[in-house]
């Protein structure tokens, strides 16, 4: 890949346990996010997007193949700088937060394990970046708004400077009324920090709104490729993809019935 600083994945197997017991959860995938790209991975729960995600940062399983992520080919153990370029944004903010820790001591010790000084600049510039004032500085995650939570984890995320983002359902967990906020708040970001995005979702209207392509995933790999554009055109041409659109637009009514 010509572009260093970008995701290229050749021949991805993750599986989970071992003989009768072993899993196949992603099977002969490949694929590339350019560098500044955002890509989006939907499918149905169980079809193998997070389990992409997790196998980039070595949280999942047993793996095989070529995987090459901000200029470094991955090995089994991921080095200090690769979780300086390569961070992850989970679901579930509440869960990503440690309960007893304030957002300063959230946002203090990230900074100290990435090695960074100057941290109370730093941590007033990130709340600055992520749209949250000084008052939110010492608060708890208990005294956050959901919304507000998952900004905080957007800034855990943007500490150490990273030029790679992996989202894993970054809205899911969110009223709808917030959804937008927090995927403006992403376009935002991805265009003033110059990052990369790859994106998990099961929501095509959030990939619709923060992708330029999208990768339909069933049963462990990718049947169909397409433009954000097409998405939006309806202008699929896999049977899974069509049937995920038509769930999308909710009922159609069969006038022939």
């Given at each position: 890949?010509?572009?260093?600083?970008?995701?290229?994945?050749?021949?991805?197997?993750?599986?989970?346990?071992?003989?009768?017991?072993?899993?196949?959860?992603?099977?002969?995938?490949?694929?590339?996010?350019?560098?500044?790209?955002?890509?989006?991975?939907?499918?149905?729960?169980?079809?193998?997007?997070?389990t992409i995600l997790r196998a980039i940062t070595g949280l999942a399983g047993?793996?095989?193949?070529?995987?090459?992520?901000?200029?470094?080919?991955?090995?089994?153990?991921?080095?200090?700088?690769?979780?300086?370029?390569?961070?992850?944004?989970?679901?579930?903010?509440?869960?990503?937060?440690?309960?007893?820790?304030?957002?300063?001591?959230?946002?203090?010790?990230t900074l100290g394990l990435h090695g960074l000084k100057d941290i109370d600049r730093r941590i007033v510039k990130l709340l600055d970046e992520v749209g949250l004032g000084p008052a939110f500085r010492f608060r708890y995650p208990h005294q956050l708004s959901g919304g507000q939570r998952q900004r905080v984890a957007i800034a855990r995320a943007l500490a150490s400077e990273p030029s790679i983002l992996l989202l894993d359902e970054p809205t899911s967990a969110l009223d709808v009324s917030v959804q937008a906020e927090i995927l403006n708040l992403l376009s935002d970001l991805r265009e003033e920090l110059k990052l990369t995005y790859l994106m998990v979702s099961h929501n095509l209207a959030v990939v619709g709104h923060l992708c330029e392509s999208v990768m339909v995933?069933?049963?462990?790999?990718?049947?169909?490729?397409?433009?954000?554009?097409?998405?939006?055109?309806?202008?699929?041409?896999?049977?899974y993809t069509q049937q995920l659109l038509k769930s999308s637009l909710g009922f159609v009514r069969d006038d022939a019935v």
């Open positions: 890949m010509s572009d260093e600083q970008g995701i290229e994945i050749v021949d991805l197997h993750v599986w989970f346990g071992d003989g009768p017991d072993r899993v196949d959860a992603v099977q002969s995938v490949s694929f590339n996010v350019g560098k500044g790209a955002s890509v989006g991975l939907v499918g149905e729960s169980g079809s193998g997007k997070s047993g793996w095989s193949g070529s995987m090459k992520v901000a200029g470094e080919v991955l090995e089994r153990k991921r080095s200090r700088a690769f979780y300086n370029r390569v961070q992850m944004v989970f679901q579930d903010p509440y869960a990503s937060l440690h309960p007893r820790h304030s957002v300063d001591q959230v946002l203090s010790e995933m069933q049963n462990g790999q990718i049947v169909e490729v397409m433009s954000v554009a097409e998405l939006r055109d309806q202008r699929a041409s896999h049977p």
